[in-house]
């Protein structure tokens, strides 16, 4: 909404091989669970900023940044004479810097397009022309001045040529009293020729109104500005542009929106997560409507676009529950997980305890000599003499339990190769190893090695400078149930699950997706879909085969094309891979999971 359209990912792996991954959790590349969905949000992004980058921005209000009054008031802690020292004060400054963001705030919420005006900028490229203060390509015809007690003689004179053309020059709050920091009635000429204004935002917004020209109005259903409300206002030759946002993070907010002047253009409602466009108050001066908590409505006015459809809201006040499923059939994307992140380590003839892996790390980077090598990134290690010829060989044991034979199952090693591998003392071909997650990561089918009971997984390997070891996982068609010890028990897998985390019905490390099956009778209604509070990245949904618009964010509602007669309602709940790789352990050694799930969900009904 303030004209940041550019996307910048985080980052994308070469590979999530070792240890390092940890550092940087969120990224985009095939490793991921999303990574197939996110043309989802780019594909939104890059509609919504080709709207967001025609034509040019409207901004009638240019504030003054005080960045040189504020550095004066900054009274930073020094030594003094005696040896002593005076302590730092920033009371002046948190009380300017308040003000400055309460007037910034307040031009915003009103509807204004604003920008920020760096004095060194003002004095590179600022000049007046036609009664307008030109930064560049920008005109702007009122200049707010917030209350700073200091600005540069330059900007001085630029306000006073300004005011003097006609410009609209506002002084807000406190009036200025220094230049450079010395004393000037200058000012005092400067005031008489401007608008003196109170920094009182009801005051302020309508002083605003009365001064700055505008096209439309966006107000509340009480008729004054909503907070937490901002625009982002462009104009393309004849047609208008507006971003309207809410940011509040809790809050619905009801909204009137207002053309003014002597035509009454047709406004184009846009979706940028589809493309779609649909019309609205065709002929009408006033457009209603409510945004959710961090909630945004893309407009259109002016534009000669071909015949639209009318928009409908959905609105399910008035509706009734039609379904509420609680009992779903599923369908995972990948195998299950139960990582194995505690190991005994046997090295040089030394039996050590079973351990968790961060510790066994730690032991081995001791025992070796390769304390610190953790700080290093690989491609220096490798020409780096401090650590050649550490490490050695190292056997590695981990257990867990079966309480039934899964169908398919393998072992899946990260950050250590090992030379050989046995399973309940049955030697393990390394050879059929394929990849899981990532291409350096081997996976090792295991199945026809396991036992109902305990069972012991062994393996060597070589451990030196390189080696980023992380937890074993094992992987198959299965579920975990996790003890009290916090170890996981191979257990059946569930029939159907609930909207409840799946963390907590035998998925507790799975970080792929589970698809949700369901089916709902249509009739002579039209039936809307709301998640209460899906935990997901995403949730994708269809309707008898037919993909609908991915849910990202709230309201989680969406209209469902059904037809008369059953119809199979399928929600694919897209994870991460935060249980898998970065879950962390309580005190009592139980994992700490992000609960990934459906939560409740409500088919509704609303006669046609």
């Not at 209000?61 to 004479?81: N, S, T």
């Not at 390189?466 to 897998?493: H, K, N, Q, W, Y």
Request: a negative charge.
């Amino acid at each position: 909404a303030h004209g940041v359209t550019f996307f910048c990912p985080h980052h994308a792996w070469h590979g999530a091989w070792g240890r390092r991954k940890s550092d940087f959790p969120p990224n985009f590349n095939y490793q991921q669970a999303y990574f197939a969905d996110l043309p989802a949000i780019n594909n939104y992004f890059t509609r919504l900023m080709v709207a967001l980058t025609a034509g040019d921005p409207v901004a009638p209000v240019l504030l003054l940044h005080p960045i040189e009054a504020a550095g004066a008031m900054h009274r930073r802690g020094v030594m003094g004479m005696d040896g002593g020292t005076l302590p730092e004060e920033t009371g002046a400054l948190e009380q300017a810097f308040a003000a400055f963001y309460r007037i910034l705030d307040t031009i915003l919420t009103a509807g204004y397009g604003c920008d920020l005006g760096d004095e060194g900028y003002l004095a590179d490229l600022g000049d007046v022309e036609d009664g307008m203060l030109r930064v560049g390509a920008m005109r702007y015809p009122v200049v707010a001045v917030p209350p700073a007690a200091t600005w540069r003689p330059h900007t001085f004179a630029l306000l006073r040529d300004f005011a003097a053309r006609g410009g609209t020059l506002l002084f807000i709050g406190d009036p200025p009293t220094e230049l450079d920091g010395v004393p000037s009635d200058d000012w005092l000429a400067l005031l008489a020729r401007a608008r003196h204004i109170s920094d009182d935002p009801e005051q302020l917004w309508q002083s605003l109104d009365a001064v700055v020209p505008h096209c439309f109005t966006l107000r509340g259903c009480d008729g004054a500005p909503v907070p937490h409300t901002y625009i982002n206002h462009r104009r393309d030759g004849t047609a208008e542009t507006l971003f309207i946002t809410n940011s509040d993070d809790d809050a619905v907010r009801e909204y009137v929106l207002t053309w003014l002047g002597d035509a009454s253009p047709s406004l184009t409602r846009w979706e940028p997560i589809d493309g779609s466009s649909a019309r609205i108050n065709q002929g009408c001066r006033t457009y209603r409507f409510s945004l959710p908590p961090n909630g945004s409505l893309l407009l259109t006015a002016g534009a000669e676009e071909e015949a639209l459809p009318v928009y409908t809201p959905i609105t399910l006040e008035g509706t009734e529950v039609a379904a509420a499923p609680r009992e779903w059939a599923f369908t995972r994307s990948e195998p299950n997980v139960l990582v194995l992140d505690r190991m005994a380590v046997t090295v040089d003839d030394e039996a050590w305890p079973e351990l968790s892996v961060w510790k066994v790390i730690g032991r081995l980077n001791s025992h070796f000599g390769l304390t610190g090598v953790e700080r290093f990134q690989p491609w220096t290690l490798a020409r780096d003499d401090r650590y050649t010829g550490a490490g050695g060989p190292v056997t590695i044991r981990q257990q867990f339990t079966c309480a039934m034979m899964p169908e398919t199952a393998a072992l899946v090693f990260d950050g250590i190769v090992p030379d050989a591998l046995h399973v309940n003392g049955t030697p393990v071909s390394l050879a059929r190893a394929g990849w899981h997650w990532d291409r350096a990561m081997r996976a090792v089918p295991v199945t026809d090695a396991l036992r109902v009971g305990e069972n012991v997984v062994e393996f060597h390997a070589h451990y030196d400078r390189m080696t980023e070891m992380c937890a074993t996982s094992l992987i198959g068609d299965f579920a975990v149930r996790l003890e009290a010890d916090g170890r996981g028990t191979v257990v059946p897998e569930p029939v159907t699950l609930t909207g409840a985390p799946w963390t907590e019905q035998g998925y507790p490390y799975y970080s792929g997706a589970i698809r949700y099956r369901t089916t709902v009778t249509g009739a002579d209604h039209s039936l809307y879909l709301r998640l209460a509070d899906p935990v997901a990245v995403l949730v994708r949904v269809a309707v008898n085969d037919l993909a609908l618009s991915p849910l990202m964010w709230s309201p989680f509602e969406t209209a469902l094309p059904c037809r008369p007669g059953d119809n199979v309602i399928e929600l694919n709940v897209v994870s991460s891979r935060q249980n898998t790789w970065y879950f962390r352990r309580d005190a009592s050694g139980c994992p700490m999971l992000h609960p990934y799930g459906l939560g409740p969900v409500e088919i509704l009904a609303a006669s046609k």
